[in-house]
């Protein structure tokens, strides 16, 4: 697509340059740099908004830059401009085209290095049905000039180069690649893969790239999630080679098909993205180059304290006076550990759409509002949208998911204090015995090291993000090559003989097997009579059936299974955790013996190296004591 027009804003400290109108960014001056963004691109491929959408019942998606076909000055004064590009769904076109309104928004304010952008997307009454997979804003920088990269303190480095990547090989998938004959040979041998600088929405607040000469630093910063869906733990992409930027506001990655957002029978639908902020920096002379990344994460602290903003025009973006706040404190009832309520120490506490237990991690057209409490269990969720609400929480320490018994109704100033609320988490019966941390994760169990040819060094000087490391799938069949574990309760660590995912044995010509665990543990007791229960927290699945035997590995009709769940796809793109999935499973005495018994887990579905699961926690829990 060739722009006729452009649009300049311009403050003084950063110019940007925006097609007519279709409202892509195509350049970015600041620093004495006349384009940040990569000028051998298309304009249209430089800063953009972008969605991938489909029909239902068609194959194939349908990527869409968004280009909008319209233009409007909202406001210029001697404080700031916004300038919006939109584009008006027509339903009487038979053609392909998304059926929603799209409003592509961009603010520069005076004294800025730096500029904002949101978007207003909406459905009308009537219009046709799509699934909506991912959308976001992505910008592209000069890859002579942007060669380091920041995602976090811990997760920083020089990055190879797109032409370092055109030059390897091509892994299990396109996304990663070994690095075999890069411009910089530190990185010969290294394995590049997107997915393995993922973070958790909580955690996504600030990163970007680092030119060394002149000394500039492009940064995302994110100062609020409320407009992502999934909640606090889901995770996405944040920066990778290109050099790339991007602000995903929705996606179905490390949860799957439970994240697209279907619209049916001609559904009403507004919703604001952002506003994100692309700040710009540089360093006094004399400064270290990562000054750059320590200035980036005060202008992000600062930016959250501003949230909500003050000077976005939408009307569908309310101020800090048209919101409202909940506060409480959450203790935890569970007398099988404390004869006392327990404080809810580092509980996260949100406020989204209503639903059952648990509906928020895949909830996905709504805004959503967490926090996470104090160590004594008292939390304050700030600067809540006008709107009805279910208050969700989960507690790190704590199976399951607390819901309030009543909905949530936040209007403009309100202040809603719920006092002590209290959580019961499942259970009947005591402890016989454990495996894990519930957490929600897999991270307290055994990560292996990768294969010498598969590394990358970043994460082997960050032990505590080893699991982003390539190919650990394929290390459960090194480590078990023709006898699956076995974990002997009260013999095994589950830190060192608990694979962190139960994954398909690789058997050599590309075929994977399922892969049968065992769980052995002795009964002194058993009351034949009675009920046990197994839970089961997981912390990811994808394509996989769990099935449990018991005491009987040759049972053709398993105890219990889950049948088919999840699409997470976390194994493959190096996520410690997808989408939690909690399971109770009365267990009969009779099934039981005296003296040594065993469980047996099957992960059924061969075939493929990614299909499998991640253990969040395992318990079994001994009849009610009071039985």
């Known amino acids: 697509m060739y722009f006729f027009l452009k649009v300049v804003m311009d403050n003084g400290f950063v110019n940007v340059t925006l097609s007519v109108p279709g409202g892509m960014v195509t350049g970015i001056e600041y620093n004495g740099i006349a384009n940040l963004l990569e000028q051998e691109n298309k304009e249209s491929n430089r800063g953009y908004w972008d969605v991938v959408w489909n029909f239902p019942e068609t194959h194939g998606n349908i990527f869409d830059k968004l280009a909008a076909t319209s233009f409007n000055v909202v406001l210029e ?30 603010i520069l304010l005076r004294g800025n ?15 046709p049905d799509v699934d909506v997979i991912q959308g976001r804003t992505v910008f592209k920088l000069q890859q002579n000039l942007f060669q380091y990269m920041a995602v976090s303190d811990e997760r920083q480095r020089i990055m190879p180069t797109p032409e370092d990547r055109s030059r390897g090989q091509i892994l299990d998938y396109p996304e990663a690649v070994l690095l075999t004959n890069p411009d910089n040979p530190f990185l010969r041998g290294e394995v590049d893969d997107k997915y393995q600088y993922s973070s958790d929405n909580k955690d996504i607040r600030v990163h970007g790239w680092i030119c060394p000469s002149p000394p500039t630093g492009f940064w995302m910063i994110t100062p609020s999630n409320e407009f992502k869906t999934g909640g606090p733990v889901k995770q996405d992409l944040t920066s990778h080679v290109g050099p790339t930027v991007l602000s995903m506001f929705f996606s179905t990655h490390y949860a799957g098909e439970h994240l697209t957002i279907k619209f049916r029978d001609g559904e009403l639908w507004r919703k604001v993205f952002g506003p994100v ?189 080893k699991f982003r490391q390539y190919g650990l799938w394929d290390r459960y069949s090194d480590l078990y090559p023709t006898e699956d574990l076995v974990f002997t309760v009260g013999v095994n660590n589950y830190q060192t003989d608990w694979f962190f995912a139960q994954v398909n044995r690789n058997i050599g010509n590309k075929t994977y097997i399922p892969t049968t665990w065992q769980i052995i543990f ?17 912390a990811s699945a994808n394509e996989a059936e769990l099935q449990v035997r018991i005491n009987n590995p040759d049972e053709e009709t398993p105890y219990f299974t889950t049948g088919m769940i999840g699409k997470d796809n976390a194994i493959a793109r190096h996520g410690i955790h997808g989408l939690y999935w909690l399971y109770s499973i009365e267990v009969s005495g009779s099934q039981l013996f005296l003296g040594r018994n065993t469980i047996f887990l099957t992960q059924s579905r061969g075939s493929s190296p990614w299909r499998g699961i991640m253990y969040d926690y395992i318990r079994l829990e001994g009849p009610p004591e009071n039985s």
């Open 277 to 465: 902020f692309i700040y710009l920096n540089t360093i006094s002379e004399g400064d270290e180059i990562l000054a750059l990344w320590s200035d980036a994460k005060e202008q992000m602290l600062l930016e959250t304290e501003s949230w909500p903003y003050n000077f976005p025009l939408s009307e569908d973006y309310p101020f800090d006076h048209q919101r409202g706040r909940v506060s409480g404190r959450l203790l935890i009832k569970d007398s099988y550990i404390s004869e006392s309520l327990i404080t809810g120490n580092a509980a996260y506490v949100g406020l989204a759409a209503p639903g059952a237990a648990g509906y928020w991690q895949t909830e996905n057209k709504a805004y959503q509002f967490w926090t996470q409490a104090d160590s004594e269990g008292y939390f304050l969720i700030k600067d809540v949208r006008p709107g009805n609400y279910s208050l969700y929480a989960w507690v790190p320490g704590h199976i399951g998911d607390y819901i309030y018994d009543y909905y949530i109704i936040i209007t403009p100033g309100s202040r809603i204090i719920l006092g002590n609320v209290i959580y019961e988490p499942p259970r009947t019966g005591p402890t016989m015995w454990e495996i894990g941390l519930p957490d929600r994760t897999a991270i307290e169990f055994f990560v292996p090291d990768p294969s010498p040819r598969l590394m990358n060094q970043l994460y082997s000087v960050d032990q505590e993000q």
């Open 522 to 538: 002795d009964l002194e007791n058993i009351d034949e009579s009675a009920t046990y229960m197994l839970r089961m927290a997981l």
């Open 113 to 127: 290095t730096g500029f904002y952008t949101y978007g207003i997307f909406e459905r009308l009454e009537g219009w």
């Open 77 to 106: 004064d001697e404080n700031g401009i916004e300038l919006s590009f939109s584009r008006t769904f027509d339903n009487s076109i038979n053609e392909s085209q998304l059926p929603l309104n799209i409003d592509k928004r961009f």
